[in-house]
């Protein structure tokens, strides 16, 4: 059923689309394209069809928040609107990845597919970060909170001494 509304979506996109405009199925970004979308730290490129974003956290903040903020890194970068940009502008980008590290050591990563998040859900999502941005440090519980729906929405791994046996 997912194919057929795509399909139908991309029909009713070419309908209504401006003199000049054309709906591009098979096209991913370019490297122009993603260039500093994520902000000037992130490092974009595409594996495939799905775009891999690194990005530096601070050690400071990993040594002040430990655990917490070493995990909730990757969903503060997927549940933006960046990435849904990237999923609208290019409907052949299957997923985004993000991988976050500190001292070039990796901490997390998580990847988001395309289809894994609706209008309501990506609104959630990014009302989640906007709280961890906001609230996050003197509320923690946002922080956690956008962990739990990262983990609920996401393929993620962290690395080893954030993980919990």
């Known amino acids: 059923m997912k ?3 795509r399909r139908l979506a991309v029909i009713l996109a070419a ?3 401006t003199p000049g405009c054309t709906v591009e199925e098979g096209r991913l970004p370019t490297a122009e394209e993603l ?3 994520y902000g000037g730290d992130a490092e974009l490129q ?3 069809n799905v775009v891999d974003v690194q990005v530096s956290q601070d050690p400071a903040q990993i040594r002040h928040g430990g655990t917490l903020w070493a995990k ?3 969903y503060v970068f997927l549940f933006s609107p960046q990435t849904q940009e990237v999923f609208e502008r290019f409907p ?3 997923a985004v990845r993000v991988r976050t590290f500190s001292n070039q050591a990796q901490l997390a990563e998580a990847m988001l597919r395309r289809d894994e998040l609706n209008s309501v859900t990506w609104r959630e999502a990014n009302q ?3 709280k961890a941005r906001l609230e996050g ?3 923690p519980g946002h922080l956690e909170a956008l962990v739990r729906y990262g983990e609920d929405h996401t393929e993620f791994e962290y690395a080893p001494r954030f993980r919990e046996d």
């Open 3 to 5: 194919g057929r509304a």
């Open 137 to 139: 440090t003197r509320s």
């Open 35 to 37: 260039s500093g979308l």
């Open 128 to 130: 989640r970060v906007a």
């Open 72 to 74: 909730v890194g990757p």
């Open 92 to 94: 052949a980008v299957a």
């Open 15 to 17: 309908a209504i689309c």
């Open 46 to 48: 595409m594996n495939g």
